[in-house]
């Protein structure tokens, strides 16, 4: 027996155009499957059943009654809470903005509605996406499928449990220091972060604007390949979004890469990673290898002072985007303030989260009179100086082969008290951000106590389509992407959404 919710979102957009499956029945799957799991992930942070069986039926109508149908006609797509949508709330998982409803949709939002998407509901995040766990959630933390006591990363946590569980065919996420990646390597999935201004940023809530990147989270790479062929391209109302159109990246997708070279980044492989993470890697570094890559020994020098880097500049214009929040003009307001002072100081007490409050702190002390040059200045040089090592290393290789994440995933509240020991968990997907290049991760093994592992490849600027090419060689070649979370026998831990 077929079941629709662990149909990739390719195999069911073509059941779907093709007449064998009925749209409603595929979203009815999904909230079947929601109802039984994430009262235990929590996942979701809304759901939109009636407007998506609404949704559903018309694509079925039109179907039936030979209209033509969009790239993914009738698939049911989460999208992350920090992307704005006219329909239902738009939290960032803050109470800041628990009852912010958008006067507009994200332009993503309008492209995946054009394609014959169904969008099923808003998922969970670290507020305002500053975190590596979805732990730092004004609602609550997300938990993993594979292990309900585990992270499923984050700060895209939502995304990536509700695609790994079947909860959706597919979800959005954004990334700002790996907020994809990282998830998906957690939660045993493909996760993209395109290249910077490939996608537009329109509609998504600001956290660090010269780092962020909405991109797909998916249970395989045909899928992420498919959504990325949806979203990408220019959008005049982001004055970062690259001008000219983008590649095709389903055409070539089951062709191999011929004569690929394959590098290893010495800085990758060193103290902190998990033996089996590393076992896991080396082994498919091996396959890439017996398929004919050539590997080859790069050197990126300047990623020991990536995180350093990324947790000046991040903060700094997370600072400044967040200025905005001052109880006026909207987001959470104090009642009964004392004066203007006290209106704005109480309002962001109450509304932001302990880690936001740190951010905010520690990018307003970078950017102060007397400590600019010291630490913001310094970092962007830094900066340049990562740029310029992967510049030089892509004279040398193609891609970049290393882990996602230097561990799998860990428990709950493990390192929620230790905020550096949590910044590390981005060690190896920061300067990916910092540089604007694109990077993604594949499932690319299990632990001894079956969580996922994953393998990131990182590409110079536009590389998607070739990058994408490589990663479906490896997974045609495997089968971790085919393995499925079972639900957990246990008191549910959430009530389900509304």
Same mark, same amino acid.
């Given at each position: 027996?077929?079941i629709?919710?662990?149909?990739?979102?390719?195999?069911?957009r073509?059941?779907?155009?093709g007449?064998?499956?009925?749209?409603?029945?595929?979203?009815e799957?999904v909230?079947?499957?929601?109802a039984?799991?994430?009262?235990?992930?929590h996942a979701?942070?809304?759901?939109f059943r009636e407007?998506?069986?609404?949704?559903?039926?018309k694509?079925?109508?039109?179907?039936a009654?030979?209209?033509?149908?969009?790239?993914?006609?009738?698939?049911?797509?989460?999208?992350k809470?920090n992307?704005?949508?006219?329909f239902?709330?738009?939290?960032?998982s803050?109470?800041?903005?628990?009852?912010f409803?958008s006067p507009?949709n994200?332009?993503?939002?309008?492209?995946?509605?054009?394609?014959?998407a169904?969008i099923?509901?808003k998922?969970?995040?670290?507020?305002?996406?500053?975190g590596?766990?979805?732990?730092?959630s004004?609602?609550?933390?997300?938990h993993n499928?594979?292990n309900?006591r585990?992270?499923?990363?984050?700060?895209?946590?939502?995304s990536?449990?509700a695609?790994?569980?079947g909860?959706?065919?597919?979800?959005?996420?954004?990334d700002t220091?790996?907020?994809?990646?990282?998830p998906?390597?957690?939660?045993?999935?493909?996760?993209?972060k395109?290249?910077?201004?490939l996608v537009?940023?329109?509609g998504?809530?600001?956290f660090?604007s010269s780092?962020?990147?909405?991109g797909?989270?998916?249970?395989?790479?045909?899928?992420?390949?498919l959504?990325?062929?949806?979203?990408?391209?220019?959008?005049p109302?982001?004055?970062?979004?690259?001008?000219e159109p983008?590649d095709?990246y389903?055409?070539?997708l089951?062709?191999?890469l011929?004569?690929?070279r394959?590098?290893?980044?010495?800085?990758?492989?060193?103290e902190?990673?998990? *033996?089996?993470?590393?076992?896991a890697?080396r082994?498919?570094?091996?396959?890439?290898?017996?398929?004919?890559?050539?590997i080859?020994?790069?050197?990126?020098?300047?990623t020991?002072y990536?995180?350093a880097?990324?947790?000046?500049i991040?903060p700094?214009?997370?600072?400044s985007?967040?200025a905005?929040?001052d109880?006026?003009?909207?987001?959470?307001?104090? *009642?009964h303030?004392?004066?203007?002072?006290?209106?704005?100081? *109480?309002?962001?007490?109450?509304?932001?989260?302990?880690?936001?409050?740190?951010?905010i702190m520690?990018?307003?002390y970078?950017?102060?009179a007397g400590?600019?040059?010291?630490y913001?200045?310094?970092a962007?040089?830094v900066?340049?100086?990562?740029?310029?090592?992967?510049?030089?290393?892509?004279?040398?290789c193609?891609?970049?082969?290393?882990?996602?994440?230097?561990?799998?995933?860990?428990?709950?509240?493990?390192k929620s008290?230790?905020p550096l020991?949590?910044?590390?968990?981005?060690v190896?997907?920061?300067?990916?951000?910092?540089?604007g290049?694109?990077?993604?991760?594949?499932p690319?093994?299990?632990?001894s106590?079956?969580l996922?592992?994953?393998?990131?490849?990182?590409?110079?600027?536009f590389s998607e389509?070739?990058?994408?090419?490589?990663?479906?060689?490896?997974?045609?070649?495997?089968?971790?992407h085919?393995r499925r979370?079972?639900?957990p026998?246990?008191?549910?831990?959430h009530?389900?959404?509304d």
């Open positions: 027996m077929t629709l919710n662990e149909l990739s979102a390719v195999e069911l073509d059941r779907i155009t007449g064998e499956i009925k749209s409603v029945d595929a979203a799957a909230f079947q499957a929601i039984a799991w994430d009262p235990f992930l979701y942070n809304s759901t407007s998506t069986l609404r949704g559903a039926e694509i079925d109508r039109d179907r009654a030979g209209k033509k149908p969009g790239l993914l006609s009738g698939v049911p797509i989460a999208i809470d992307i704005c949508t006219t239902g709330t738009t939290t960032c803050s109470k800041m903005l628990a009852d409803r507009y994200a332009s993503v939002v309008e492209k995946l509605q054009n394609a014959g169904l099923v509901g998922t969970n995040l670290d507020e305002f996406a500053m590596s766990s979805t732990e730092n004004a609602f609550g933390p997300t499928p594979w309900t585990r992270v499923p990363g984050g700060s895209s946590g939502g990536a449990a695609t790994a569980a909860l959706c065919s597919a979800a959005l996420g954004s220091g790996g907020s994809i990646r990282q998906a390597s957690l939660c045993g999935i493909v996760g993209l395109p290249t910077y201004g537009s940023r329109y998504l809530v600001a660090a780092l962020d990147q909405i797909p989270l998916a249970r395989t790479v045909a899928d992420a390949a959504l990325l062929q949806v979203i990408a391209g220019h959008d109302r982001d004055s970062t979004s690259w001008p983008s095709d389903l055409s070539e089951e062709k191999p011929e004569e690929v394959l590098g290893l980044p010495e800085e990758f492989t060193g902190g990673v998990d *033996a089996e993470v590393a076992s890697v082994t498919a570094v091996e396959f890439y290898r017996a398929q004919g890559a050539k080859v020994p790069v050197s990126l020098p300047h020991r990536g995180i880097a990324y947790y000046v991040a700094a214009e997370a600072a985007n967040l905005r929040y109880g006026v003009h909207y987001g959470h307001r104090a *009642a303030p004392e004066d203007l002072y006290d209106l704005y100081a *109480a309002s962001r007490a109450q509304g932001f989260g302990p880690e936001v409050q740190r951010r520690l990018g307003t970078a950017l102060s400590y600019y040059d010291a913001y200045l310094r962007l040089k900066r340049q100086l990562i740029k310029h090592d992967f510049d030089e290393a892509f004279q040398q193609d891609f970049i082969a290393c882990p996602t994440s230097p561990t799998v995933a860990f428990e709950l509240g493990a008290g230790d020991r949590m910044y590390l968990c981005d190896f997907t920061v300067t990916c951000n910092i540089a290049i694109p990077g993604m991760n594949i690319c093994g299990f632990s106590d079956g996922p592992i994953g393998l990131q490849l990182l590409g110079p600027i389509r070739r990058m994408l090419r490589l990663a479906r060689q490896y997974e045609k070649n495997h089968d971790w085919k979370p079972q639900p026998a246990a008191e549910p831990r009530k389900q959404p």
